[in-house]
């Protein structure tokens, strides 16, 4: 069953709030609409999943809400501060990223890459730094021996893992993650979403996904917002956007695969 973060406050004010929003990319004179008048609200607590067909600008919009990307036109906002006058180290603590391949230093080692953010405020002793990455290491499901590893020794989980600490080391109320379990196998893929799950209901977490896997969709997220037609097309629970009558939803969630990821068709095995 989907997970439901009970700290969830639909009442409460939102924790991203994406207004008409415009992303226009120009190459080879000509310009090309990603995005166009999107609107999106995540409430606090959601673990929200963006779906989309290839070029529907999904990944565009994580680096947005993070700020590494500025829209053509409109407005985003985290924790009702506009990401625009955030900053580099504002944006930091407010939103945590993992990115599809991890994306760590390869000259750091583990905890190294984990305490990065904090080393960068230059306003904390080395003591605390190497604690508080010590204590995220170990959130995530890693062991103090693994601290010294240097990337090229870790595994495929492993450096999922590593890269989540890192996105949790100063605390953001938001984490993005984009393809989170891409590259696992179902085991490494079941278990990184049994960690998700449980961080959001330790730390009150709000996610927001991009992810092609339906398995991951089903077992972990409480809402869905599609992508199509250059804006938010459905946004709702699993089970309401299904109901939608969108070309790309139908085939997506009730084509032969995305019926049996979300149990509405038997699994059939293939005997040798």
């Known amino acids: 069953m989907p997970f439901f973060n009970p700290s969830s406050r639909p009442d409460g004010p939102p924790i991203v709030e994406i207004q008409n929003l415009w ?3 120009h190459s080879g004179g000509s310009d090309y609409v990603i995005h166009k008048d999107l609107n999106l609200t995540i409430a606090r607590g959601q673990i929200l999943a963006l779906v989309g067909g290839s070029g529907s600008g ?11 990307e500025t829209p053509t036109r409109g407005q985003i906002l985290v924790a009702g501060q506009p990401v625009a006058k955030l900053g580099g180290k504002g ?24 305490a990065f953010a904090l080393r960068e405020l230059k306003t ?24 010294y590893k240097m990337p090229a020794d870790l595994s495929g989980g492993m450096i999922k893992r590593v890269a989540l600490a890192r996105a949790l080391v100063m ?21 990184l979403c049994a960690l998700l799950r ?10 927001v996904m991009v992810t092609h896997d339906l398995d991951t969709l089903h077992e972990l997220c409480s ?36 019926a049996r990821a979300m149990g509405l068709l038997p699994v059939t095995s293939v005997s040798g």
């Open 23 to 25: 992303t226009i990319f």
């Open 58 to 68: 999904k990944t565009t919009l994580l680096r947005q809400i993070l700020g590494l």
């Open 91 to 114: 944006a930091t603590g407010r939103v945590g990223m993992l990115f599809q391949h991890g994306a760590l230093f390869s000259a750091f080692n583990v905890l190294e890459n984990i």
């Open 124 to 147: 904390l002793p080395d003591e605390l730094i190497r604690d508080a990455a010590m204590v995220k290491l170990q959130m995530v499901g890693l062991d103090a021996k693994d601290a």
């Open 171 to 191: 605390d953001p109320p938001l984490l993005l993650l984009d393809e989170p379990t891409a590259g696992l196998d179902p085991e490494g893929a079941d278990g």
């Open 198 to 207: 449980s961080l959001c209901q330790e730390l009150e977490l709000t996610l």
């Open 223 to 258: 809402h869905v917002a599609v992508l199509a037609d250059q804006c938010v097309v459905a946004n709702g629970t699993p089970e309401q956007v299904m109901q939608h009558p969108h070309p790309f939803i139908q085939h997506f969630f009730l084509g032969e695969r995305g």
